[in-house]
């Protein structure tokens, strides 16, 4: 509430310069915001809310175009909702026959919001898309070296993550999928020197690369599934990671036996997960002690649900 009323009152000041001086001082605050958002238990909360808070960024963006911190989170937050609500919704499409493109329509539109809004930070900081499309992949890492610095990396990978997941949900289109080597050239840049950043985006980006790609184009089944367990063992309250092995390795290869084995484990973390959403101010399990992944297990939960719903028709087919 508070930073609420500090940015209305902003809004309403007159002079420009003195809007801007405020903003760049009150960014800290803002990314602040932003970071506990991840504490968020409730999907249905997410959901609802996060159109908001989006626009309400944006208005403030438009205050200050040359504030990074608040562009940065602009790529986060609209990479994030439409990771977490309209592809999520429209994997159930995908799932139960349901021919209607309108959740998939608009994980497109939100994931290209984010792409843009990347764009306009590359640009910001000396790399045009022409720079990014058309230099090779060691050209690429040798510009990103030279202009961007660690404090860019939260941009760069959610740029990097709408990026892949605008490829993942439209690949028939061939000349998308050929730009997969410089998304994850982007990935390398970060990953390289961030490895923990985000809480497993690194390691979710790497097994989710080897799975979701053919054979003929490189992927390997095989390494996935040896990345998706490493990466559950290292991070044993993430359980998207969990639900991303499921979604992303197992059911595309109808393995029923794995999947029972993994599924079985979801359903005795979710219990434990949900125990501590219960409140339980006496609780002190993995999971208090992990409550920065709530948003993250919240998403799980939700993708989880949809799949279960769904079982006998996957491995029917």
């Not at 001086?21 to 997410?46: C, H, I, N, Q, Y």
């Not at 403030?60 to 439409?82: C, H, I, R, T």
């Not at 202009?147 to 949900?169: G, Y």
């Not at 998706?228 to 059911?251: D, T, W």
């Amino acid at each position: 509430m508070k930073l609420l009323a500090l940015c209305s009152v902003l809004i309403l000041i007159g002079c420009s310069s003195v809007k801007k001086v405020a903003l760049r001082g009150a960014a800290p605050l803002f990314v602040d915001g932003t970071e506990k958002l991840t504490l968020e238990r409730s999907w249905d909360f997410f959901k609802d809310s996060s159109p908001g808070n989006l626009k309400f960024l944006e208005t403030l963006y438009l205050q200050d175009p040359d504030n990074l911190s608040l562009l940065a989170m602009l790529v986060k937050g609209f990479a994030g909702y439409a990771y977490g609500v309209p592809e999520t919704l429209a994997f159930e499409d995908e799932l139960s026959g349901n021919e209607s493109l309108a959740h998939k329509k608009n994980a497109l539109h939100l994931y290209t919001r984010a792409f843009d809004y990347g764009m306009i930070y590359f640009e910001k900081k000396g790399i045009d898309r022409k720079k990014l499309l058309e230099n090779s992949d060691d050209q690429l890492l040798e510009i990103l070296n030279k202009k961007m610095q660690k404090s860019d990396h939260i941009a760069v990978l959610f740029t990097a993550q709408s990026w892949a997941s605008l490829i993942n949900l439209q690949k028939d289109n061939i000349a998308l999928v050929s730009l997969v080597p410089k998304v994850k050239t982007l990935f390398d840049w970060v990953c390289k020197t961030s490895p923990d950043i985000e809480y497993g985006v690194c390691e979710i980006f790497y097994a989710q690369y080897e799975a979701s790609r053919p054979k003929m184009l490189g992927g390997n089944p095989e390494k996935a599934i040896k990345l998706y367990e490493e990466a559950i063992k290292k991070h044993r309250q993430h359980l998207l990671i969990r639900v991303g092995y499921l979604q992303y390795s197992i059911i595309p290869a109808f393995d029923r036996v794995r999947y029972d084995v993994v599924a079985k484990e979801l359903r005795e973390e979710f219990s434990k997960w949900d125990d501590l959403n219960r409140d339980n101010l006496e609780d002190v399990s993995e999971y208090k002690t992990a409550e920065k992944l709530n948003l993250y297990n919240a998403i799980a939960q939700k993708r989880f649900e949809i799949i279960e719903k769904y079982k006998t028709k996957i491995f029917e087919e």
